[in-house]
């Protein structure tokens, strides 16, 4: 019993923040002005002069989730934005201040019609094309935008279901669906945003183009130069790294250094084990590196299907260009740098890049001249790549 009112005193919770000390209700905002943009709503508006004066809150119902919403914003500021609208439409706003006792003015009531969300001008632009094993997709997203894309597809009981979502904020995304039959196939897209607001879905039927992941076990070293371009000693002393199924690792890696002088691009040729009618690549580089050092930015793809031509070693004579290759960041930075998480992923799943189509190499040997990096170095590195098309001859 005398134990007792301490263990309650004890588990009594803390005030957190300011005592109130008065119940005088604070003056209201006046002069309020209303910018509609789109998916959100400005609010600017003049303060009180209110020793005390807290901040700003807004009251009004959500039109997405038809739920009673508030939003803050401090005496520092004499604005307030409502975000996360999605169709037009007109909302009733509440505005009452609040002063360090939270005693509230009385309400200032204004009307917001809000202009759509971004995503209804995404899913307008947005560009699908057949591509092979699946799909290429492209959109502006000119206020960059936290957004997801969705890819819908038939299963095998005939209801759509979700096969991709990309999340992006870039201003000029691509992304591709891969692995898909080359059969006519009916599709469905729609673009969310974090708030909840979703686009209608749109439907397109196209046909993925046929192609197959070339067997990487065939793969072997047809020429480097060791004097001009010899082997770092961090990553494997070998070229066969990059085609050992090791992905998105720091140190099992082709990595070469540079040696002449003046400077001459690093340049290797390798055996594709087939002949093939190439569509596609993937390549990865040192994952604790991406746009930075050795990573490679932009480079040549040579290529023969004649081995006197491809055992000519230093000598170009014979060998055709087929592409010009540059990584390209999502976000569309053209410096270095640390990458933002998007950029991160999207390297980690792999930079791809596809051959003309129409007028896809057919070779058996191909040949890289490394032109730049993302740091600036004359050195390269290369963690993995993948390559797809149509085997021609075994």
Known sequence: MILLPLLLAACQEDYIG??????????????????????????HYDLPDVSDLLGVKARYISPTTG??????SSAYVNSLTLNGFGKSTKVRVSLVTLDTSYNESDPVTVEVEPLPSPIYD???????????????????????????LCVLTKNDEGVFEEIETFYSTGPHPLYTVRG???????????????????????????????????????????????????FHSYGGRSMTRMWNNTYNVDNDLFYVQNSTSPTEPVNFSFDLGVTAKLSRFRLWTRVNYIYQLHHIRKFEIW?????????????????EHIMDCESIRPSGETVGGNPTAEEKQFVMDGEEWEFDFSNLPVTRYLRFKILSTWGGSSFCFINEIDIWGDILDD
């Open 180 to 230: 898909l039959e080359a059969k006519e196939t009916e599709f469905g897209f729609y673009c969310k945003d974090y708030y909840g607001n979703k686009t209608e879905t749109i439907y397109k039927t196209l046909t993925p183009l046929f192609e197959e992941k070339l067997d990487k076990s065939k793969f072997k070293e047809n020429y480097l130069n060791n004097s001009k371009f010899p």
């Open 67 to 72: 739920e009673a919403t508030e939003t803050f």
């Open 303 to 319: 290529g023969t299907t004649d081995p006197a031509v491809a055992g000519s070693g230093e000598s170009w004579d014979g060998w």
């Open 122 to 148: 995404i899913v307008e632009s947005l560009s699908v094309f057949e591509s092979f094993g699946g799909l290429k997709l492209q959109w502006e997203n000119a206020l960059q935008e936290g957004i997801a």
């Open 18 to 43: 300011q005592y109130p000390t008065d119940d005088v209700a604070p003056a209201a905002v006046k002069n309020v002005r209303v910018d509609n943009q789109q998916g959100k709503v400005v609010l």
